[in-house]
């Protein structure tokens, strides 16, 4: 009985243990930069002008907004 | 609760993408062509961005890389960067109201000095490279070539060659090329990446603590420059003067605070340095890269990582080998230290090596620096 009782303590505590280890990666993910680099990558293909600053900066006179120009290399 | 996405399950935020559809978003994928007076940031980063108006004016910048490998974007993140857009967006809208007095507020954060080159293929080692001397479109089609970037001028190239082409010209190599683009906590603080510029912790004994900042004041402007991110921090730090007295406004809660960053004559050379830039430069002046151990002690001790074997054939300098005088110096050095050593030595000239190696006698090698 009191084996059973052990393995099954064991069993629940490595859940747990891993449940934990799993919300922190994902926590961490969410707050560092990693994050970040991946959001702009998924949420805003369709708004991006592609290696032409004269075109985004023309654009943007059109429209009156800002430009942001973001550098990153070929990924 | 953010949803899921495509059925690779990265998250979708349509709060970033609003924010994103204010602007208008380039993304420049490689430095060829690029305006080096204009676009000045570190340019050892794997990502930067910068917020400008349309006619070119600079309201401030965004993007921090603290160290190689793991952690390197680590004082970066999703909410901080959407409260330096915002801001951003605020600075555009004081620009449409009043120009003249905008450009003024943001006169601090374009370009004071013009660079040595106006574009990265100008930069004699960069040309001499058949790669580097055409744009990167049109080797981009070539299979084989794009993959490995071939072609393609990086920013870290940027940073090197700079220091390199300076060094064959006989001009001297500034220290804020060597050690660009300081962390704040050069200045004893650590900001909070999750939000625009609060500060996360201010280290003890540094002058951060003298002007009595605390964690979570918020920096307003330093040096007389809004800041939107801790990019802006580093843009005044790394045209920042020894002995610089900054003046920094802050918000502590509901109270406008101000005070005064007194920086030390050398504040600068003691940074630590991560820099693979500087690592490499070293591997093409000396002939081997290396890390100062850590530890912080007095004496040099700097474990060799990378050999050029062709050019230091018949040299018996090992990988683990601990360097541990130079020229018959034996104080210790940080990887910007060395670096700046190596630069301020004549191209040619001789470097005399002292290694430990273990179950050996110390031995002291010679060589001669790259011309």
């Keep these: ?75 | 609760m953010q949803s899921l996405g495509r059925p690779g399950g990265r998250p979708k935020d349509p709060e970033l993408k609003k924010l994103l559809s204010e602007f208008v978003c380039v993304r420049v994928v490689q430095m060829w062509g690029i305006d080096l007076e204009r676009f000045q940031i570190d340019r050892v980063m794997t990502w930067a961005v910068f917020f400008l108006n349309a006619d070119g004016t600079i309201y401030g910048r965004y993007g921090t890389r603290s160290s190689m490998g793991q952690g390197s974007d680590s004082e970066i993140s999703l909410a901080g960067f959407k409260q330096s857009m915002t801001a951003a967006l605020d600075e555009h809208a004081r620009f449409g109201k009043d120009p003249e007095a905008t450009r003024k507020e943001v006169a601090g954060k374009q370009s004071v000095h013009k660079p040595r080159w106006a574009r990265p293929e100008k930069i004699p080692t960069l040309a001499r490279n058949e790669f580097n001397a055409k744009p990167f479109r049109e080797f981009s089609d070539k299979p084989g070539l794009r993959a490995h970037g071939v072609g393609c001028i990086h920013g870290h190239m940027v940073q090197s060659a700079e220091i390199m082409s300076l060094r064959e010209l006989g001009q001297p190599v500034p220290d804020r090329k060597v050690w660009p683009y300081p962390m704040p906590w050069a200045v004893g603080l650590h900001m909070e990446p999750e939000t625009r510029s609060t500060i996360k912790r201010v280290v003890g004994n540094t002058v951060a603590e003298e002007a009595g900042l605390r964690a979570g004041d918020t920096i307003e402007k330093l040096d007389g420059q809004s800041i939107l991110s801790t990019a802006d921090i580093q843009w005044i730090l790394h045209y920042a003067k020894d002995n610089a007295a900054l003046k920094v406004h802050y918000t502590r809660g509901s109270e406008a605070l101000e005070s005064t960053l007194k920086l030390s004559p050398d504040w600068r050379q003691k940074l630590g340095d991560w820099r693979f830039t500087n690592l490499g430069i070293c591997m093409q002046l000396a002939g081997f890269n290396g890390r100062p151990g850590k530890g912080g002690g007095k004496s040099l001790a700097i474990r060799v990582g990378l050999i050029h074997r062709k050019r230091l054939a018949g040299i018996d300098l090992k990988r683990n080998d601990v360097i541990v005088a130079l020229d018959g110096k034996s104080e210790s050095m940080n990887l910007g230290q060395l670096t700046r050593f190596l630069l301020d030595k004549k191209p040619g000239s001789e470097l005399s090596v002292t290694r430990k190696r273990a179950g050996e006698e110390t031995t002291t090698l010679r060589w001669k620096l790259h011309k």
């Design chain 1, 1 to 75: 009985m009191k084996g059973k009782f052990f393995r099954i303590s064991v069993l629940f505590g490595a859940i747990w243990f891993f449940q934990t280890a799993l919300v922190a990666q994902e926590e961490s993910a969410r707050l560092g930069g990693k994050a970040l680099k991946e959001a702009l990558k998924d949420t805003a293909d369709d708004l991006w002008i592609y290696d032409d600053l004269k075109k985004a900066y023309a654009e943007g006179e059109r429209t009156g907004k800002p430009v942001l120009v973001s550098f990153r290399c070929v990924p």
